[in-house]
Every structure is written in C-alpha cells, then in structure tokens.
C-alpha cells in the first residue's frame, strides 16, 4: 500500500473523521465503509488531496530541508513536517489571498 493510501486511511477512519460523521449520523459510527464515504462526500477526501500536494511540494521541501539541514524527499518526513509545521503556512496564505479577493470586491 502506497504511503499516501496508508496516511489518508488513517484520516478517514480516525478520531475526528469519526466524530464528525457521528455527528451527521445521529449515532455512533464505526463501520469503515461508512467512515470512508462520509470522508469523501464531506470533502475530506479533496481537502486530504490539497494537503498531501502541499505537504510534497516545492515550498514544503524546502522549509523541511532548511530545517534538517540537508535535502529531504522521504514522504513520511515531508508529511510530518507539513502537519506539525507547514500546515499553517497554507492556511495562512489561503485566508490572505481569499481576504484579499473580499477586499477588491468590497472596493
């Protein structure tokens, strides 16, 4: 199983995923079927996507090489430097380009 499948599963059949699709249920949900088809109905599936290109891109790659201080191409590193650090430089830089887009249109 490829590294992204094995990192995406744990997204769609953990904790938060879990929770979420236990909320729109009504009930407690544990079947793994049903786990992976609210993931990917809610947009968990596109949004796993958009982080997962991010994590292995260009700009990721290199903050996480800078911080190891050597080149780095493992998935598994990118992917946890992206989660504990990266993650919030995208998200900053999505919210100030969408305020930006707000802005322009308010004008």
Not at 14 to 28: D, V
Not at 47 to 52: I, L, Q, S, T
Request: with cysteine; proline share 3%; aromatic share 14%.
């Amino acid at each position: 199983m490829s590294f992204r499948l094995r990192v995406q599963l744990v997204e769609a059949l953990g904790q938060l995923n879990r929770w979420y699709c236990s909320q729109k249920a009504g009930r407690m949900i544990e079947n793994p079927d049903e786990l992976l088809a609210y993931f990917v109905r809610s947009g968990g599936a596109a949004d796993f996507a958009r982080r997962f290109e991010e994590a292995m891109g260009p700009d990721n790659r290199w903050y996480c090489s800078e911080f190891y201080r050597r080149d780095i191409r493992d998935p598994q590193i990118l992917w946890d430097y992206y989660m504990t650090y990266g993650a919030h430089r995208a998200t900053r830089k999505h919210y100030a380009k969408t305020a930006g887009e707000k802005l322009s249109v308010a004008c």
